[in-house]
């Protein structure tokens, strides 16, 4: 009896090793979540500023780990500087991580080249910042406003579900007839009560497919893109103010165009410019053809930018041309960013007056209207 139960209760060796194995693999598959900008953008401005004070950078590393709350950070620090000393290049050891973009690899590859490692560092924290700024300002257009009109939605609905149907049935027991604003009112909460569920089980759907896909959040903003010129001239801005700026930091760090141009192409991912950069980098380079040209014919970069590239090319000034652009994008930029948030804020005020009129129309002007029916049903 023993022997059949321990039979029973032994696992195989194989077995063990197969949950090993597939454990192992999923937390190889398990997505790494890279560190956020704000995160960043407080690491590299230590580094840099160690860095500066002649502090080399396995010992910057250890020494900014040192008592810092985020464990996930620490370790992640701790891993590069046991590399960096184990004798792999910087760049090297912040990619194995895996928590850190293409681009700031590609930034910190050109720092550590041009042997201005704290340059790059400080490079980065300024551009992440700028990011940051603008990221911050574009949700505050945008998710206030949406959680306002879910919020009066919701009001909306449970004044058509819950009250108006009330003063329904209030009217019937004096059995007045609704007519003029009552009947339509009485109509449209009928019609809220039918459709309702689905109305708001496709919107929840809808925010989730938005949230999840980066392929349907692309069609949907260009669409709107293509519809609203104001938003089309911010995020152009935004997009071409980032790789610019990419551009220009690598450039100036002694890295050459056509691989400055490839990195920042990875700063807009997931955007027409993507392919764009990376095809006029390669016809930059093998091509023979002016990078003025290059990007004329295989960007959809503004006519300012080219023009402006093809004045750098010609007086040797590449790097100041840059310099300029990048300025005068971060300025556009701001400029619509004011613009968009004054408008968004304007069609959020109408669409919330419409609804609260719509929900006191539906819900107390029965109630206003019912009592002289009252009175003359009394009388």
Not at 30 to 37: H, L
Not at 232 to 243: D, E
Not at 261 to 277: K, Q
């Amino acid at each position: 009896m023993t022997e059949s139960t321990n039979a029973r209760t032994t696992v195989p060796p194989a077995l063990f090793a197969t949950k090993s194995l597939l454990s192992s693999l999923k937390q190889q598959n398990r997505k790494v979540k890279p560190f956020s900008k704000k995160v960043l953008v407080d690491l590299f401005r230590g580094l840099s500023s160690m860095l500066r004070a002649q502090i080399n950078t396995a010992d910057a590393l250890k020494y900014y780990s040192d008592g810092l709350p985020n464990k996930v950070l620490v370790a992640a620090l701790l891993r590069i500087r046991e590399d960096i000393s184990n004798g792999m290049n910087v760049h090297e050891a912040f990619r194995r991580t895996g928590r850190f973009s293409d681009t700031v690899i590609g930034l910190i590859q050109a720092g550590s080249d041009a042997g201005q490692l704290h340059f790059a560092f400080q490079s980065l924290a300024v551009r992440l910042k700028s990011e940051l700024h603008f990221s911050t300002q574009l949700k505050k257009a945008t998710i206030t406003p949406c959680v306002i009109i879910c919020v009066l939605l919701g009001a909306f609905i449970i004044s058509q579900v819950k009250i108006v149907p009330q003063v329904e049935q209030m009217m019937c027991g004096i059995r007045a007839r609704p007519d003029g604003m009552t009947a339509i009112s009485f109509k449209v909460s009928h019609l809220t009560q039918a459709v309702w569920p689905m109305v708001v089980i496709s919107l929840i759907i809808m925010a989730i497919t938005v949230a999840r896909s980066a392929h349907v959040r692309t069609l949907i903003l260009g669409l709107a893109m293509s519809r609203w010129r104001l938003l089309r001239l911010l995020f152009m801005s935004l997009r071409q103010l980032t790789f610019l700026s990419t551009i220009q930091l690598l450039h100036s760090n002694g890295i050459n165009l056509a691989k400055s141009i490839r990195v920042s192409a990875n700063s807009v991912r997931n955007t027409p410019f993507h392919d764009e950069l990376k095809t006029a980098a390669d016809k930059y380079e093998h091509s023979g053809v002016p990078l003025s040209t290059a990007f004329a014919k295989y960007t959809s970069v503004d006519s300012q930018v080219t023009h402006m590239l093809s004045i750098g090319e010609r007086s040797a000034s590449l790097d100041n041309q840059l310099t300029m652009l990048t300025e005068m994008y971060e300025e556009d930029a701001e400029t619509h960013m004011a613009s968009f948030a004054a408008v968004v804020s304007f069609l959020v005020l109408i669409i919330a007056v419409s609804i609260i009129a719509v929900v006191y129309i539906g819900t107390f002007l029965p109630i206003f209207l019912m009592g002289p029916r009252m009175m003359q049903n009394g009388i």
